[in-house]
């Protein structure tokens, strides 16, 4: 598989990528970047709901449209994280031209999503799990916005840099 074949190369910073990484980064980052557009609607939702949940966390009604919202999203949030974290992050990680202190950033915050997720699991009432959604809900949209704005395009400007030839 070529994404193992990207993802199971030793670690060091590379100065470019071979040519035979482009095509698949690319569809790779153009995927993820859809995904982004369809996590929209229902972490809208899920903000919006969560956020007066917890003001108000008895009312079932709230915490129904939360769950439902939570659900649509988390249907292919982890397979997207994966595939951030197995392929993007561990490639950006070894080049010299994306930001390391973007790379751990990010990497925190699919940590702290994943802490979030297991708070929200073994939340014991409404506030807890609104605490945790609202929480998600926040965290999410930082962490697209990151992505969208400064990953992605540092990889694709990584990957359409080309070496310079020695005369
Ligand atoms: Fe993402």
Redesign the pocket.
């Known amino acids: 598989m070529e994404i193992q074949m990207i993802s199971s190369r030793p670690k060091g910073r590379m100065e470019s990528a071979p040519d035979s990484e482009v095509p698949l980064l690319n569809a790779i980052v153009s995927c ?1 970047t859809r ?2 557009q369809r ?1 929209e609607e229902p972490l809208m939702r899920l903000a919006n709901a969560a956020t007066r949940l917890h003001s108000d966390p008895s009312n079932s009604k709230l915490y129904k449209d939360a769950v439902a919202a939570w659900s649509a999203l988390s249907a292919n949030l982890w397979t ?2 994966q595939l ?1 974290s197995d392929v993007v992050l561990s490639w950006g990680a070894a080049r010299n031209d994306v930001p390391t202190e973007l790379v751990e950033a990010l990497r925190s915050e699919a940590t702290r999503i994943r802490e979030l997720v297991k708070a929200f699991d073994s939340a014991g009432d409404r506030l807890e799990a609104a605490k945790a959604l609202s929480g998600l809900a926040h965290l999410l949209d930082e ?2 916005e990151r ?2 704005h400064q990953l992605f395009p540092a990889i694709q400007r990584s990957l359409f840099k080309h070496p310079v030839r020695p005369n």
Do not use: A
């Open positions: 993820l995904e982004h996590f997207h994280l951030e962490h697209i992505q969208d």
